[in-house]
């Protein structure tokens, strides 16, 4: 097997996914490439010690930067807060690294055209880590609508329910808490769930040409974890969108973190002519499957049980009916990344992919604002 060097870029909740999926991805796939673990970096040189040493990383930086200049790099992995992103892949591209990047692209549409505009000069392989595209469920269904057996789609419907901010008392900013704050992640539930809703539903259903949305701040004011002053809240605490897709298919998207008692709960359903699925993360190897050409006596929903060698990515994994989970999303990910390198075929969702969901956020969060419907620009 070819080696190829991984210079992973954070150790938080991401870093733990990634670093497992490039330690298994050979284990169960067949691959010519074998991911190295050669570098962890992160700015705390003792916990990137300890980090490295639980997950095996060869060596430690404690300067993105560094690791970037390093010859022995071949692969820049940034697992890092969205207002680090475009600076750290883009210098990555000019050095001729290879980059995957955790979603959302970018703080926003005109950041991330910079970052896709540097991928495309540099010719780099890169890829986002929307990962709820590898949920055999979630590839079944996308089989499914490109196979056309659910007809014309008339409806799509999704939404990334938590309840973790309800808390007054939950500080901004800093380590664990920078998804509260704007200057770290941009937006709230917007880029942080909605993100992943927006690339499943232009995945399975294509592009979205116009929104008209609502957010809303339940708490407007919280205290900063790294200045201990009491300050604005900038995020989206919830959001909610209506949109239009180019295929004429009407859609509905909410998300919050204000919904006492789901901590993780993605689901969408789409309704077509003919049949309509449903996905729900908290069950998430079943796809729930309704078929109108089915006969009448015995019509009703299917709960499909994706276990089967015959759906995608099952035959790497264990007997029909032993079921699978979250960490292998970032498992088939990565096995795709690597697939993409032994071909001329890239790896989706690239920067360009990830960019048009960036590009429904910030039209999203202009609705919210103008109060309009408002039209997503097209990719270029
Ligand atoms: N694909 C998914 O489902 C998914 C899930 C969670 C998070 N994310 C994304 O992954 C990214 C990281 O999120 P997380 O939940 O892992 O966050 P986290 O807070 O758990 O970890 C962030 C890591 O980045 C490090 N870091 C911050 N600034 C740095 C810098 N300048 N240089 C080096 N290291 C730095 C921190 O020390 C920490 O190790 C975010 O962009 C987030 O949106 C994606």
């Known amino acids: 097997m070819k080696p190829l060097n991984v210079g992973l870029i954070g150790y938080g909740f991401m870093g733990r996914t990634h670093s497992n999926a490039f330690r298994k991805v050979n284990n169960f796939f067949d691959l010519e490439y074998q991911p190295v673990l050669k570098a962890i970096c992160a700015r705390d ?4 010690t300890a980090f490295a040493k639980k997950w095996g990383y060869e060596s430690v930086e404690t300067d993105w ?8 790099i071949d692969l820049i992995d940034i697992a890092t807060p969205n207002n680090t992103h475009a600076e750290i892949a883009m210098a990555a591209a000019k050095a001729g690294k290879m980059i995957l990047c955790e979603k959302p692209l970018s703080m926003n549409g005109p950041e991330g055209e910079k970052m896709v505009a540097a991928i495309k000069k540099a010719g780099v392989p890169n890829m986002v880590w929307y990962n709820y595209r590898r949920v055999p469920a979630v590839t079944l269904a996308k089989q499914l609508i490109d196979e056309g057996k659910l007809g014309r789609i008339f409806h799509y419907r999704a939404k990334f329910l938590q309840d973790w901010t309800i808390s007054k008392d939950l500080p901004q900013g800093g380590a664990g808490l920078w998804r509260l704050d704007v200057k770290a992640a941009g937006s709230g539930v917007t880029g942080d769930l909605l993100a992943h809703c927006i690339d499943t539903a232009i995945w399975l259903n294509g592009s979205i040409n116009t929104v008209t949305a609502m957010t809303e701040t339940f708490i407007k004011e919280r205290k900063h974890t790294l200045t201990g002053k009491v300050q604005k809240v900038g995020i989206d605490d919830a959001c909610a969108f209506l949109a239009r897709f180019n295929n004429g298919s009407l859609a509905t998207f909410e998300s919050t973190r204000y ?4 901590k993780a709960l993605y689901t969408f359903e789409i309704n077509g002519e003919n049949a309509s699925i449903a996905w729900d993360l908290h069950d998430l190897h079943r ?4 078929d109108h050409r089915d006969e009448g006596r015995t019509r009703g929903w299917r709960s499909i049980h994706v276990t089967d060698p015959d759906q995608p ?3 790497n994994w264990w007997v029909p009916g032993l079921q699978i989970g979250y960490e292998h999303t970032f498992i088939h990910q990565v096995a795709d990344f690597l697939k993409s390198l032994e071909s001329t075929k890239s790896a989706h969702p690239d920067f360009r992919d990830a960019l048009e969901t960036q590009y429904v956020c910030d039209a999203v969060l202009k609705s919210a604002k103008t109060g309009k419907w408002e039209k997503v620009p097209k990719l270029k």
């Open 45 to 48: 040189g003792e916990k990137a």
């Open 65 to 72: 930067r560094k690791l970037i200049a390093r010859d022995d």
């Open 259 to 262: 919904a006492r008692g789901h």
């Open 287 to 290: 796809l729930q499957y309704f």
């Open 313 to 315: 990515y099952m035959k």
